[in-house]
T-cell receptor, first 112, second 109 residues
Framework: EAQVTQNPRYLITVTGKKLTVTCSQN?????MSWYRQDPGLGLRQIYYSMNVEVTDKGDVPEGYKVSRKEKRNFPLILESPSPNQTSLYFC???????????FGPGTRLTVT | LAKTTQPISMDSYEGQEVNITCSHN???????ITWYQQFPSQGPRFIIQ???TKVTNEVASLFIPADRKSSTLSLPRVSLSDTAVYYCLVGEGFQKLVFGTGTRLLVSP
């Protein structure tokens, strides 16, 4: 089944403890992206990647890192999480620039 | 980057046609207009995309006037399961796509 998977789905952590949220897609898509969703703010793009080893900042990149070492994986790294990064995170992929995005199921992160 | 404006919420009843309009006055020549649907605690799901005039698929129609400064998503004969948040996106490619806050549609029996 064609899909985008994220792990973990739920995570509660403490301030400053490094964490990684994994994202994987099995559709051989070139483009991948991370979003966060907060009440009243909609979805905001954190980082995106147009190909292996090619990444760029979205609207809210501060406090996040990403890597794209292989086409299928696009992990989101929080080196030192803070409470304001408590949010619902979505990974997405798409085959081309003008094509639809396929979203993962989301990761609900709580930083205390 | 074109900013979009949508109504915050809309109410409808089962069986009615629902039209959600999105304003995007600063749309660029190469921008496409895309609509997504999102249910609570799920990722958004693609509904329809267009560049100009009218696009129709099995679930919705998208109307885009000649000046492309707005677009209207039309959902025919909505059901309770169409209760969701609908997002209008305008942009070219992948760079810095902005979803905005969307339109919360509530369909009642």
């Amino acid at each position: 089944e064609a899909q985008v998977t994220q792990n973990p789905r739920y995570l509660i952590t403490v301030t400053g403890k490094k964490l990684t949220v994994t994202c994987s897609q099995n559709m051989n898509h070139e483009y991948m992206s991370w979003y966060r969703q907060d009440p009243g703010l909609g979805l905001r793009q954190i980082y995106y990647s147009m190909n292996v080893e090619v990444t760029d900042k979205g609207d809210v990149p501060e406090g996040y890192k990403v890597s794209r070492k292989e086409k299928r994986n696009f992990p989101l790294i929080l080196e030192s999480p803070s409470p304001n990064q408590t949010s619902l995170y979505f990974c997405a992929s798409r085959p081309g620039l003008e094509s639809e995005q396929y979203f993962g199921p989301g990761t609900r992160l709580t930083v205390t | 980057l074109a900013k979009t404006t949508q109504p915050i919420s809309m109410d409808s009843y089962e069986g009615q046609e629902v039209n959600i309009t999105c304003s995007h006055n600063n749309i660029a020549t190469n921008d496409y207009i895309t609509w997504y649907q999102q249910f609570p605690s799920q990722g958004p799901r693609f509904i329809i995309q267009g560049y100009k005039t009218k696009v129709t698929n099995e679930v919705a129609s998208l109307f885009i006037p000649a000046d492309r400064k707005s677009s209207t998503l039309s959902l025919p004969r909505v059901s309770l399961s169409d209760t969701a948040v609908y997002y209008c996106l305008v942009g070219e490619g992948f760079q810095k796509l902005v979803f905005g806050t969307g339109t919360r549609l509530l369909v009642s029996p």
